[in-house]
């Protein structure tokens, strides 16, 4: 098993969690955001359940996989029903882009792929079909990955605000200007309030993590040979 990749953490801590009762997960949630926890609430919920029933990894991966998937082919399925009536080469591309955006095979831990398209998803079904229950599924996203806080934030101002491009772009120009004045303030609320959050922003962004995610792309690289009959 890689230790290295996000997926053969991810595996040895499923296995880890068949060795914890009830009583643990109630008390990793309370500490979810306290703590440098490795994964966010649903992963956890969905590792508890499985861990309950087998130690195998790759059942656990095979249900994280058909979340993935569910989520990925309906968004994918939702953007085909629009291009379908106008079909050309122009939009056939654009759909194929679309597609690979975050394909399978990219994919490295299963956290922030799901969260992604979980987001997707939601978000995009509401402006199509104006129904509330879209919103609550994107920000599902939250409770996938810890960084989709953020985009859930955005897409709530956008809801009470609408489209008011002239004001966006006045906050944007405000940002920059407050920003260096407020910077400590935030930053002292996330490490009193949030210190697991920052841990794992810090985590994220030090020049070992960086090196590490290099190494991997390196080492999980792969190839598909095609003979081709040379002329």
């Not at 953007?79 to 955006?101: E, M, Q």
Request: proline share 3%; with cysteine; glycine share 4%.
């Amino acid at each position: 098993m890689n230790l290295v990749s996000d997926s053969g953490r991810e595996a040895m801590l499923f296995i880890d969690w068949g060795d914890n009762n009830f009583t643990d997960l109630i008390q990793y949630i309370k500490d979810l955001y306290l703590t440098d926890n490795a994964v966010d609430f649903l992963q956890a919920v969905i590792m508890f359940l499985v861990s309950r029933i087998t130690s195998n990894p790759n059942i656990y991966f095979g249900i994280i996989a058909t979340i993935f998937a569910y989520f990925y082919l309906k968004s994918i399925n939702g953007i085909y029903d629009i291009f379908n009536p106008s079909l050309n080469n122009n939009s056939l591309v654009h759909f194929w882009l679309f597609c690979i955006l975050l394909p399978v095979f990219y994919i490295s831990g299963s956290r922030w792929a799901i969260a992604t398209w979980v987001f997707f998803f939601g978000i995009y079904n509401y402006l199509i079909q104006r129904k509330i229950r879209y919103i609550f599924i994107g920000a599902l996203s939250i409770f996938f990955h810890f960084s989709y806080w953020g985009p859930v934030l955005v897409f709530l101002v956008y809801l009470i605000l609408g489209r008011r491009n002239i004001l966006y772009y006045l906050l944007i120009i405000l940002s920059f200007i407050i920003q260096p004045r407020i910077a400590p303030t935030i930053n002292e609320i996330k490490t009193e309030s949030f210190s697991g959050i920052q841990e794992r922003v810090s985590k994220y962004t030090t020049n070992e993590y960086i090196q590490l995610r290099q190494k991997e792309e390196q080492r999980t690289k792969w190839y598909v040979k095609y003979p081709i009959k040379m002329l």
